[in-house]
Nanobody, 123 residues
Framework: VQLQASGGGLVQPGGSLELSCAAS????????MSWYRQAPGKQRELAAT???????KYADSVKGRFVVSRDNAKNTVYLQMNSLKPEDTAIYYC??????????????????WGQGTLVTVSS
């Protein structure tokens, strides 16, 4: 399974961006899809996640501003980011986590990461 993230860039404070992350390869089950981010000098943190059944969770710092969604037919997860702040500046990574039992039956990893896409919020 390969993940390709896109949509990052430079945006002014208060602006919006949408990230997307498409999976290719042998998609053997329906994963939980997440977006993590890593700001300069900080640890990677979970920004948003959406389960296989569509349940979403957000970090307190992005709640009310970010919306995570998924299109299972396209094996793609999205992150709509609104009202962006300078502190949202980070590299954003997508993560797909498949059910462990399904991955174990296939003899493959259950956890996959995209390459990261840089979001810079600055005037």
């Amino acid at each position: 399974v390969q993940l390709q993230a896109s949509g990052g860039g430079l945006v002014q404070p208060g602006g919006s961006l949408e990230l997307s992350c498409a999976a290719s390869g042998n998609i053997f089950s329906i994963p939980t899809m997440s977006w993590y981010r890593q700001a300069p000098g900080k640890q990677r943190e979970l920004a948003a996640t959406i389960s296989s059944s569509g349940i979403t969770k957000y970090a307190d710092s992005v709640k009310g501003r970010f919306v995570v969604s998924r299109d299972n037919a396209k094996n793609t997860v999205y992150l709509q980011m609104n009202s962006l702040k300078p502190e949202d500046t980070a590299i954003y990574y997508c993560n797909y986590e498949f059910p462990y039992s399904a991955a174990q039956a296939m003899g493959v990893s259950f956890d996959y990461w995209g390459q990261g896409t840089l979001v810079t919020v600055s005037s």
